[in-house]
Antibody, heavy 119, light 110 residues
Framework: QVQLVESGGGAVQPGGSLRLSCVAS????????MHWVRQAPGKGLAWVAF????????YYADSVKGRFTISRDNSKNTLHLQMNSLRAEDTAVYHC????????????WGKGTTVTVSS | QSVLTQPPSASGTPGQWVTMSCSGS????????VNWYQHLPGTAPKLLIF???LRPSGVPDRFSASKSGTSASLAISGLQSEDEADYYC???????????FGGGTRLTVL
């Protein structure tokens, strides 16, 4: 079945870096754009970044622009999020999600991986 | 602060009909389809409604949604205990905002 599994979360100090990964299975990964969406404690879902199916275009929320980099390895069915200059407000559960492809929505999500930024 | 506005909570008893709203602007809901997600913390969010009022296969027809202008709403009929979850509306907010979400409505089944 279609599945997305995130990993790489953990605890890091402010200013530190972390690299998240999301392994996809059950569909042709290279056919779909992919997103990262996060949920801070006590808050709602917030879109973080998007990458086109071929990696040719990337888009970021203003809150992470210049600090986070989304990338993908279609040969390994894997999505990444490189997070640098981390701040306390980046503390959240990070979900990867598949873009449906036409209708501008996410149709499959992973359970998420937790990132905690604290001194 | 979320771009789309949702009431923070809603409640109902088993068997009841409950609705929840989502308000946006011409930059998002007014010119783009609305999608709804069901989320239990600690689990993967689930697509409930796409393109304003369409249900993915496997979603019961107890769930319905509509859109008018810059607002949308989700309705659940025949409320069940397993419907207790957080519900989020979302839409494409244009190249300036990207994908935008509401703050979520926590549904309690009394």
């Amino acid at each position: 079945q279609v599945q997305l599994v995130e990993s790489g979360g953990g605890a890091v100090q402010p200013g530190g870096s972390l690299r998240l990964s999301c392994v996809a299975s059950g569909f042709t990964f290279s056919d779909n754009g992919m997103h990262w969406v996060r949920q801070a404690p006590g808050k709602g879902l917030a879109w973080v970044a998007f990458i086109r199916y071929d990696g040719s275009h990337k888009y970021y929320a203003d809150s992470v622009k210049g600090r986070f980099t989304i990338s993908r390895d279609n040969s390994k069915n894997t999505l990444h999020l490189q997070m640098n200059s981390l701040r306390a407000e980046d503390t959240a559960v990070y979900h990867c999600a598949r873009d449906e492809g036409i209708g501008y929505y996410m149709d499959v999500w992973g359970k998420g991986t937790t990132v905690t930024v604290s001194s | 602060q979320s771009v789309l506005t949702q009431p923070p909570s809603a409640s109902g008893t088993p068997g009841q009909w409950v609705t929840m709203s989502c308000s946006g602007s011409s930059s998002d809901i007014g010119n783009n389809p609305v999608n709804w997600y069901q989320h239990l913390p600690g689990t993967a969010p689930k697509l409930l409604i796409f393109s304003n009022d369409l249900r993915p296969s496997g979603v019961p027809d107890r769930f319905s949604a509509s859109k008018s202008g810059t607002s949308a709403s989700l309705a659940i009929s025949g409320l069940q205990s397993e419907d207790e979850a957080d519900y989020y509306c979302a839409a494409w907010g244009g190249s300036l905002n990207g994908w935008v979400f509401g703050g979520g409505t926590r549904l309690t089944v009394l």
